[in-house]
C-alpha cells in the first residue's frame, strides 16, 4: 500500500508513539542492584555500548539535519517529539547505571564526520535526497531492529542474574520503546519504495552505497567501535547462529531495496559486517583503541 493512506498512517503512528510513550524519567528507576560487580562483569560492557548508543542520537539528529535538509513534516515530527526524547532518556538511565555498577561514564562520539558532510552538499540535489531518506530509513530499521534484539537478551539476562529492579524498571520500558522506533522506519521505508518514487538508477545507486557503507549499530565506520560491537554481540550470545541474527536485522533491506533477490534473506553485506566485527574482537578485545 502507498499513497495517501498509508502517509496517515504513519503519520498517525508518529502522534500514537508521542501521546501512549513519553520519554523515561530517571526518578522512575528503582535503582537496587544486588550484585553490582557480578552485573558488571557479565553485562558491563554491553550497557556501557548502549548508553553510548543511545546518547550519540544528538550526533545522529546532526546528521541527519545535515544529510536531509528538506525533512517532511512527519519525519521532523518523529525525530524531535518521539525519537530523540526517548533515546537520550534511555542513554542516561543506562549510563547512570553502569555508574551505579562502579564504571566509568560513557564517552558519547558527538562529531558528524566528513563523509556525512560530504554527502550533505550533495542532498540538496532532490534525486540525491530521496536516496539519502531511503537510507536514512533503511539504517534506522537495522539498529532499531539491533536494539530490541539486544535489550530482549538483557532483560532476561538480568532477571536470571536476580536483578529485578534492572530488569523490569529500566530494560522493561526502554524495551517496549524500541519497536515503535523499528515500525516507524520500516513503514516509511516501504512507502518511499513502493510510492515508486525512486527511479531505477536512484534504487541501484542506493544499493552501492548501502552496501559500501552498512555499519552495525553504534560502529560509526571505526574499527574500535566494531571490536567493542563484535564483543557486545558475543556477549548476548548472537554469535552463536550469525544467520539467524543477519535475517533479523536485515530481512527489510533485502524486501524492499533487493527485492528479495534470489530468495535473498539478508544481504550479504550484513553478515559480512557482523563477521568482521567479531574478528576484531576476538583479535584485539573489547577495550582495543
Ligand atoms: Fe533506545
Ligand atoms: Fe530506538
Redesign the pocket.
Known amino acids: 500500500m502507498s499513497g495517501p493512506d498509508s502517509s496517515q498512517r504513519i503519520l498517525d503512528h508518529v502522534r500514537r508513539l508521542g501521546e501512549e510513550h513519553p520519554p523515561i524519567a530517571l526518578a522512575s528507576v528503582d535503582r537496587e542492584v544486588h550484585a553490582p560487580r557480578r552485573v558488571a562483569e557479565r553485562y558491563g560492557h554491553v550497557i556501557d555500548y548502549l548508553a553510548r548508543v543511545?546518547l550519540e542520537?544528538d550526533r545522529n539528529v546532526l546528521e541527519l539535519l545535515v544529510l536531509l535538509p528538506d525533512v517532511s513534516e512527519v519525519d521532523r515530527m518523529f525525530y524531535a517529539d518521539v525519537?530523540q526524547p526517548?533515546?537520550i532518556q534511555?542513554g542516561l538511565i543506562l549510563d547512570r547505571l553502569q555508574q551505579d555498577l562502579g564504571r566509568p561514564a560513557t564517552e558519547p562520539h558527538l562529531e558528524v564526520s566528513f563523509t556525512i558532510k560530504a554527502m550533505g552538499a550533495l542532498a540538496h540535489f532532490s534525486a540525491i535526497q530521496d536516496i539519502a531518506r531511503l537510507l536514512y530509513y533503511l539504517t534506522?530499521a537495522s539498529?532499531?531492529r539491533q536494539?530490541?534484539l539486544a535489550y530482549n537478551v538483557l532483560h532476561d539476562g538480568m532477571t536470571e542474574l536476580g536483578e529485578p529492579a534492572i530488569a523490569e524498571t529500566i530494560i522493561a520500558p526502554i524495551r517496549r520503546?524500541?519497536p515503535?522506533?523499528?515500525a516507524f522506519y520500516r513503514m516509511s521505508a516501504t512507502e518511499l519504495v513502493r510510492s515508486g518514487a525512486l527511479r531505477p538508477w536512484q534504487m541501484y545507486l542506493a544499493r552501492m552505497l548501502r552496501e559500501k557503507s552498512y555499519n552495525l549499530v553504534g560502529t560509526n565506520g571505526r574499527d574500535e567501535y566494531r571490536a567493542q560491537m563484535g564483543g557486545v554481540v558475543t556477549a548476548l550470545g548472537f554469535d552463536t547462529d550469525l544467520e539467524r541474527y543477519a535475517r533479523e536485522v536485515g530481512r527489510i533491506e533485502a524486501q524492499l531495496l533487493w527485492a528479495g533477490a534470489q530468495g535473498m534473506e539478508f544481504p550479504p553485506y550484513v553478515l559480512r559486517a557482523l563477521r568482521e566485527s567479531i574478528d576484531l574482537y576476538r583479535e584485539r578485545g573489547f577495550a582495543a583503541a
Open positions: 543511545e542520537v525519537w526517548q533515546e534511555h534506522g539498529t532499531e536494539a530490541v520503546q524500541e515503535g522506533h523499528f
